[in-house]
Every structure is written in C-alpha cells, then in structure tokens.
C-alpha cells in the first residue's frame, strides 16, 4: 500500500532535480543491493526512456520547442518508479505478501509459473541458435520477426490455458 501512494506522489512531481533526489535517497537506504537494483531498472526502463525521449527530441527539434527539463523530468521518473519497485519485489516475500487471499496466491503461483516457463523456453531457444551456430550470423528482420512471433503466440496460448484453469477453480476471469 505504501509503495502505490510513493508511486503515486512520484508520478505528480514534475521537477527533475526532486525527483533525482528521491532516486538518490532511496538509493542510499536500499543497502547491499543497490548497485543490482539500480542495473534492473536501468536496464528495464532503457527501452522506454530511449523510444519516448528520442521521439520526442525529433518532435520538438522540427517544432523548435525542445526542453531539457522534460527530458530529464521524464528519465528521472522512470528511473525512480522501477527502481522503487524493484526495491520492493526485493525487499519482501511475494508469497507472504499475498498469503492473506487464496486467489491473490493462486494468481501470484500462476503468474510465476508462466514467467518461469517463457524463460526456459527462451534459454532453450538460445542454446539452440548457439548449437546451430545462428548467434555468429547475422540474423535476419524475417527470423526475428518470427521469433517473437512464436514467443507471443506461446504467452496467449499459456495465457488461454490459465484463464481456462481459473475458470475451473472458480475464480471468475
């Protein structure tokens, strides 16, 4: 409950440097792991931060109103977001956490089930392109394209499955 209010306050701040002072203070009171939380979400909040801030950089250089302030307002919010989460998912017991609802526990099993099981799918699949030596080749728009392709197609699948589980255990989905 406390981390959604924090994440709520967060995402009101608008000024870059309060909000960098945050990342730093939690920084500072996440202890031992605060170098490999920092990574995690450094590395998850990447992908967002350089595809809206690149676009944005390009839409406001074409209309001549690009601003600094936004674009660090907008890095140091995500930043600060995930690294509050993973902060989070660090610090407790995900199963205790939920062990006060059946559902919850049942929704919480289900989830890192299908997370495991995409996982050793995706191990499975990288060891298959290093036995067949496709990691050293440059890899075509086609293969990817299917790759992820197969990668979706097995989460709905897995997501269809669950939801039927669900349904038969009655939780109502």
Do not use: P
């Not at 006060?100 to 191990?123: N, V």
């Amino acid at each position: 409950m406390l981390l959604c209010v924090f994440l709520t306050l967060v995402s009101f701040l608008t000024n870059w440097q309060i909000l960098s002072a945050i990342l730093v203070a939690i920084f500072i009171f996440t202890g031992k792991k605060r170098f490999k939380i920092l990574k995690f979400s450094f590395l998850a909040t990447s992908f967002f931060t350089l595809t809206v801030l690149i676009s944005y950089a390009l839409y406001s250089y074409f209309l001549a109103t690009f601003s600094l302030n936004y674009f660090l307002h907008t890095f140091f919010r995500t930043l600060t977001m995930s690294y509050a989460v993973f902060w989070f998912i660090a610090s407790c017991n995900l199963y205790k956490a939920f062990s006060f609802s059946k559902d919850f526990s049942f929704l919480l099993a289900l989830t890192m089930s299908k997370i495991l099981r995409l996982q050793k799918l995706y191990f499975e699949f990288l060891e298959v392109l290093k036995a067949r030596g496709a990691l050293n080749n440059r890899l075509s728009y086609e293969f990817l394209g299917s790759t992820i392709t197969m990668f979706l197609t097995k989460a709905l699948h897995d997501g269809i499955e669950n939801a039927e589980a669900m349904k038969m255990r009655g939780l109502d989905v």
